[in-house]
């Protein structure tokens, strides 16, 4: 069964630091670009970051860059996200998703983890 | 960044109704357009890829269609089961972009 399980929310203060992750399981991981989407309480989707199969590229919401780094080991099947300087607006259940092969190019997000929830605040 | 104008943000309708749900990209995107369904506390779940391929799986009364900077979601004969927001997010260039939402609630 193909299978996304993120790990790794929680309550932090502003300014903190977190580190989630993402198993996967029942595909070939290294195969596909993989990306994080986070959704604030109440709200809509927003895209966050992705990073290609074999983690050369990566690319980032400009409201993150510079704060959050994807990452993945795919000798564990498991992609990562630190994010660092947090703030309230941060707040959110972040997803990871696996991006289908379109052309050679990531595509459409057609397996999405439960998500886990991040909270800022103090 | 591209921006999504998805509309409109909420509608009501009942079981059978035809349903349509529009997305404009601020820019020409060319098929580069998926939706999505979520249910509340749920993840979203692929509906349409490439503005009109089906995913698989999905029922037959989804369709998708456009391209460039227009796109339209129909639901030919709702059904309960499909009382939700959806999503449209475009993948042609990045930052990738969703559209705001729009919830379909039972009239």
């Known amino acids: 069964e193909v299978q996304l399980l993120e790990s790794g929310g929680g309550l932090v203060q502003p300014g903190g630091s977190l580190r989630l992750s993402c198993a996967a399981s029942?595909?070939?991981?290294?195969?596909?670009?993989m990306s994080w989407v986070r959704q604030a309480p109440g709200k809509g989707l927003y895209w966050v970051s992705i990073?290609?199969?074999?983690?050369?590229?990566?690319y980032y919401a400009d409201s993150v860059k510079g704060r959050f780094t994807i990452s993945r080991d795919n000798s564990k099947n498991t992609l990562y996200v630190q994010v660092n300087s947090l703030r309230a607006e941060d707040t959110a259940v972040y997803y990871c998703?696996?991006?289908?092969?379109?052309?050679?190019?990531?595509?459409?997000?057609?397996?999405w983890g439960q998500g886990t929830m991040v909270t800022v605040s103090s | 960044a591209i921006r999504i104008t998805q509309s409109p943000s909420s509608l009501s309708a009942s079981t059978g109704d035809r349903v349509t749900i529009t997305c404009r990209a601020s820019?020409?995107?060319?098929?580069?357009l998926a939706w999505y369904q979520q249910k509340p506390g749920k993840a979203p779940k692929l509906l349409i890829y490439?503005?009109?391929t089906l995913q698989s799986g999905v029922p037959s009364r989804f369709s998708g269609s456009g391209s460039g900077t227009d796109f339209t979601l129909t639901i030919s004969c709702l059904q309960s089961e499909d009382f939700a927001t959806y999503y449209c997010?475009?993948?042609?260039?990045?930052?990738?972009?969703f559209g705001q939402g729009t919830k379909v609630e039972i009239k």
């Open positions: 998703a696996k991006a289908q092969l379109y052309y050679d190019s990531p595509g459409a997000f057609d397996i």
């Open positions: 029942g595909f070939t991981f290294s195969s596909y670009a």
């Open positions: 990073i290609s199969g074999d983690g050369g590229n990566t």
């Open positions: 820019q020409g995107i060319s098929s580069y």
């Open positions: 490439a503005a009109s």
């Open positions: 997010q475009q993948y042609y260039s990045y930052p990738w972009t």
